[in-house]
């Protein structure tokens, strides 16, 4: 049975950094696109950053320029480094692999 298990989310102030990380226990880990997504309260999981099995990345533009997503496939894990944390930031983030592997998801709150 696959599992995501994310670590890392937890509370900073904005303009702060923070690190969030996934283990995953697929064995096909590195055939497999993944990514994070996050949902805030009263709004619909939306995408932050996705990246393939040879490293190709996207991001929201939402996030771009402050949020770098990266993965390990040797360790099978994928890791979200994020940057000038926003409010707006603040949401639980899940962690994603293809196809529709969910993590439980790991709170990230950013405020004063």
């Known amino acids: 049975q696959v599992q995501l298990v994310e670590s890392g989310g937890g509370l900073v102030q904005p303009g702060e950094s923070l690190g969030l990380s996934c283990a995953a226990s697929a064995i096909y880990f590195s055939s497999r696109m993944t990514g994070w997504y996050r949902q805030a309260p009263g709004k619909q999981r939306e995408l932050v950053a996705t990246?393939?099995?040879?490293?190709?990345?996207t991001y929201d533009d939402s996030v771009k320029g402050r949020f770098t997503i990266s993965r390990d496939n040797r360790k099978k894990t994928v890791s979200l480094q994020m940057s000038s944390l926003k409010p707006e930031d603040t949401a639980v983030y899940y962690c994603?692999?293809?196809?529709?592997?969910w993590g439980r998801g790991t709170q990230v709150t950013v405020s004063t």
């Open positions: 990246i393939s099995p040879s490293g190709d990345t």
């Open positions: 994603y692999m293809a196809a529709n592997y």
